[in-house]
Every structure is written in C-alpha cells, then in structure tokens.
C-alpha cells in the first residue's frame, strides 16, 4: 500500500478512536475524555498499527488509560473494521506518549533562559 493510502489510514483510525473516546463507547473506567490520540502509525502490510496516547494528566493517569485501552483492543477493531472498507483491518496497539508533555516542558526551559539572557543583558547596559 502507498505511504499516503498509509497515511490517510492512520488519520482515520485516528480520528475514530479519538471519537470513540470522547463519546465514552468504551466502558472500561480506565479511560477517559482527557486521553488524546496524537498519531496512528499503520504498518506497510496492514498487520499492525501503533497508537500513541497522551493527555496532560499525570503520567501514571496515561499509563492507566493505555492499558485500558489495550484490553479494548478487540473492541474498538470490531467497531471501526465495521465503519471501513478495507479488506485487512490492522492490529491496534496502544502505547503511552509523553512527548508532547516533554516538549512543553523544553519550551518553558527556553523561555526561562531566554527571559534570564534579557535580564542580564539589560543589568549590564545598566553598570
């Protein structure tokens, strides 16, 4: 399959698993509105498609919607092999994503330093 027909799947598993979530379809308590489904990669040979979820709960709040997530796997693949037509349905798997998170994280470091750079900068020209 080509790497956009890959790509434009994953978008669509993507936008449907994010539904499902927010919609509160699946049942499992674990999981909840907070969860963000950032990108579905989907394998060349449409055996298997990784899901990255993040939110800005806590870590361990993720890792708890992951794993409830992971037991409704078979679920969810049920209900959007339902929606698509395509004649093999990837296997989901789930895996906590903390980049986002960390990326926030690296843009407030920055702006720390480059708010300090100017304080000093500003305290020189004064002395």
Same mark, same amino acid.
Request: proline share 2%.
């Given at each position: 399959?080509?790497?956009? /027909?890959?790509?434009?799947?994953?978008?669509?598993? /993507?936008?449907?698993?994010?539904?499902?979530?927010?919609?509160?379809?699946?049942?499992? &308590?674990?999981?909840?509105?907070?969860?963000?489904?950032?990108?579905?990669?989907?394998?060349?040979?449409?055996?298997?498609?990784?899901?990255?979820?993040?939110? $800005?709960?806590?870590?361990?709040?993720?890792? /708890?919607?992951?794993?409830?997530?992971?037991?409704?796997?078979? !679920?969810?693949?049920?209900?959007?092999?339902?929606?698509?037509?395509?004649?093999? !349905? &990837?296997?989901?798997? $789930?895996?906590?994503? !903390?980049?986002?998170?960390?990326?926030?994280?690296?843009?407030?470091?920055?702006?720390?330093?480059?708010?300090?750079?100017?304080? /000093?900068?500003?305290?020189?020209?004064?002395?």
């Amino acid at each position: 399959m080509g790497q956009f /027909r890959l790509q434009r799947l994953g978008e669509q598993l /993507r936008e449907e698993i994010a539904t499902m979530i927010l919609r509160h379809e699946i049942k499992d &308590p674990r999981v909840n509105e907070f969860l963000s489904v950032n990108r579905v990669e989907v394998a060349a040979d449409l055996a298997y498609a990784k899901v990255y979820v993040s939110s $800005f709960m806590d870590d361990q709040s993720v890792v /708890r919607g992951v794993e409830g997530l992971k037991s409704a796997a078979g !679920f969810i693949q049920c209900r959007i092999a339902k929606k698509l037509t395509i004649y093999k !349905f &990837p296997k989901l798997t $789930f895996v906590a994503d !903390f980049s986002m998170k960390e990326g926030y994280k690296m843009v407030q470091k920055l702006n720390a330093l480059e708010a300090e750079s100017k304080e /000093r900068e500003q305290n020189s020209q004064k002395g």
